[in-house]
């Protein structure tokens, strides 16, 4: 992971000092508070604090990223945070560019990682605003838009309070359960001229906060419930990017021989090709998923995301105890309902999920485990190089293209077929963007890249064709940022999801389901995505349309990157998702699932 500056880009003129304003104060705390980068698109009601990085901080430290729409910024910053752990920040403009930022907000909410996002307001002194477009670029509570899913929200009124505001805010972003947090800045503050930059308080003197480990006599209690299971499962859910804490997930679950099972919808956290590893990791349960669950005596589950769903989905038996050990709790309130079904536990450790697994090892006498090697890719299927390409033979296709390539996997479409890619390192795999907002691909993959950027890692991302084209003008920030990446668009032409959902409808109300393409296809005129891709300055190949052709394109696409490119390929497959994934979307609540 790589944290330093685009040297070259956008780099300003030398500036004079003219005096010192409010804006080159939060500039500075910004810097102090190490905020490697800025996310934004321009507005006016942060033009005080635009000129400030610019020409008071010389655009470094931290640098802007120009984007074309705000939610790309947003999710930009989700990308980033998914590599590192750590925030960057975002500014949106006003009320105006908070609300095209929501949707982006609330999935990095949904996903629980942190991000230092600014927001500004027209002068909140009424006598100040300008006729007509401060009015509107003004709201009396403008945090009020998020305030269900960002972690702290402020709008301080001075020089003073913006200092503290920035430091708490970032504090509580950082600090488990991570989330968004968001300061607005009114502009009157921003432009105000200050006799003398104020000293900033050292932030290191406002520490974020350790990590929440649970009792000694509830690691104790743990201890013995896991050496006393005959059968125990651990579920893996929300986890670091730690190699140090993955050796230590492998080697508990070794000396308990506990099955493991992960998701699909977080990030990887243990080796998939492992022989505790009970079943592929899925969006929603598969057989083996549910046969390992109804067979366990005891569950594990370290911030497991729905717990309470994936419970209830199986059938766990009553007599099946739970160990529960997450913070998510801390987080949950009356108007998302992104906390899931209510979770059984027996006992549960309110604590850091990673920091509980080292003491609950350290009771059991488990060894620290051997970190993972940096690996190539290992994909898992092969096929015919003639046949056209559907979900399945794409990632087949992808992975012979990229065996003998160190990649991270940023994004995968919902259709992936799971049992097709192993991980074996927890930068192998990114998970998704938590909140199932399309549209945050893009956004995602280049601020994945960005904190990937000389790691010697090549990020990947398959990505859906409506994702695509929701963000597609985000390509320009990864081109003009010199980002390399390779993008494959799995390109159904269809909002395929919902073709499934009414093909069930017409099922139930006896109807014809040649009609389910209606409302659905993305076609008549066909897109060519990869030429929206040149114009902003990738490299666009496609469409491609079977096995080997993909298998060329992405050796020429991996060419592209190493060079410095970022590359989309357009790759047009048959509508079709993998047999769990399809009845996982139709379920209805309580059943379980079928192959």
């Known amino acids: 992971m790589n944290d330093m ?5 956008d780099v300003p003129v030398a500036s004079s000092d003219n005096g010192i304003w ?8 910004l810097r102090a508070l190490d905020i490697p980068y800025l996310a934004l698109n321009p507005g006016s009601s942060f033009r005080g604090l635009h000129d400030s990085l610019v020409n008071h901080l010389g655009n470094q430290q931290p640098q802007m990223l120009l984007c074309l729409h705000e939610e790309h910024a947003v999710a930009v910053a989700h990308g980033y945070a998914k590599v590192t752990g750590k925030p960057m920040g975002v500014v949106l403009h006003s009320n105006v560019g908070l609300m095209h930022g929501v949707m982006a907000v609330y999935n990095a909410w949904c996903d629980r990682v942190p991000m230092l996002i600014l927001g500004a307001t027209g002068p909140v002194d009424a006598a100040e605003r300008r006729p007509w477009i401060d009015w509107l670029h003004t709201a009396k509570d403008q945090g009020a ?7 702290w929200d402020d709008q301080p009124a001075s020089v003073a309070a ?11 972003a950082r600090s488990a359960p991570q989330a968004p947090t968001y300061v607005c800045l009114d502009v009157s503050m921003q432009e105000k001229r200050l006799d003398e930059m104020p000293p900033l308080p050292d932030p290191k003197r406002f520490a974020a906060a350790s990590p929440s480990v649970p009792a000694a006599a509830e690691v104790g209690e743990a201890a013995n419930l896991l050496r006393q299971a005959k059968a125990p499962l651990i579920l893996f859910g929300r986890m670091s990017r730690s190699e140090r804490d993955w050796a230590r997930r492998v080697a508990l679950a070794e000396q308990l021989g506990a099955s493991v099972l992960t998701d699909i919808k977080t990030a990887a956290v243990f080796p998939t090709d492992h022989r505790l590893h009970a079943a592929k990791p899925s969006f929603f349960l ?6 390992a669950i109804r067979a366990a005596d005891l569950i594990l589950a370290f911030d497991w995301i729905d717990l309470g769903g994936s419970l209830r989905q199986a059938g766990a038996s009553p007599s099946t105890r739970v160990i529960s050990i997450s913070l998510d709790h801390h987080l949950h309130n009356g108007w998302s309902m992104d906390h899931q079904s209510l979770a059984p536990a027996d006992l549960h450790l309110a604590a850091d999920p990673d920091a509980a697994m080292h003491l609950i090892a350290d009771a059991l006498g488990v060894d620290p485990g051997m970190e993972p090697a940096v690996q190539p890719a290992l994909p898992a299927l092969a096929c015919d190089g003639e046949q056209p390409l559907d979900v399945v033979s794409l990632a087949a296709a992808m992975g012979e293209a990229l065996q003998d390539e160190v990649v991270t996997l940023v994004r995968l479409p ?3 077929a799971t049992e097709s890619w192993h991980f074996r390192h927890p930068l192998d795999y990114l998970g998704i963007d938590g909140g199932a907002g399309i549209g945050s691909g893009p956004g995602m993959l280049i601020g994945a890249a960005l904190a990937l950027k000389g790691s010697g890692r090549l990020p990947v991302a398959v990505l859906g064709d409506g994702d695509t084209m929701m963000a597609a003008s985000a390509f320009w920030t990864a081109a003009h940022y010199k980002l390399p990446f390779v993008a494959i668009v799995s390109n159904n032409r269809s909002f395929f999801n919902d073709e499934i959902h009414q093909e069930r409808v017409a099922r139930q109300r006896q109807r014809p389901v040649e009609n389910k393409w209606i409302g659905q296809r993305i076609d008549e005129p066909d897109i060519d995505i990869a030429a929206i891709a040149r114009a902003q300055g990738l490299v666009g190949i496609g469409p491609i349309r079977t096995v ?3 298998r060329q394109a992405v050796g020429e696409a991996v060419k592209a990157a190493k060079a410095g490119s970022s590359v989309l390929i357009d790759a047009r497959v048959a509508p079709g998702y993998n047999p769990a994934m399809t009845a996982g979307l139709t379920r209805h609540a309580g059943e379980t699932p079928k192959d």
């Not at 500056?5 to 880009?9: D, E, F, K, W």
């Not at 409010?22 to 705390?29: K, L, N, P, T, Y």
């Not at 598969?286 to 046969?291: H, K, P, R, T």
């Open 5 to 9: 500056t685009l040297s070259g880009i």
């Open 22 to 29: 409010g804006s080159d104060v939060v500039a500075q705390m």
């Open 145 to 151: 838009l998020i305030r269900p899913y960002v972690k």
């Open 162 to 172: 913006a200092i503290d505001s920035l430091i708490r805010a970032t504090n509580l």
């Open 286 to 291: 598969d057989a083996q998923a549910v046969d």
């Open 414 to 416: 919902l259709g992936w």
């Open 548 to 550: 080997n052709d993909l």
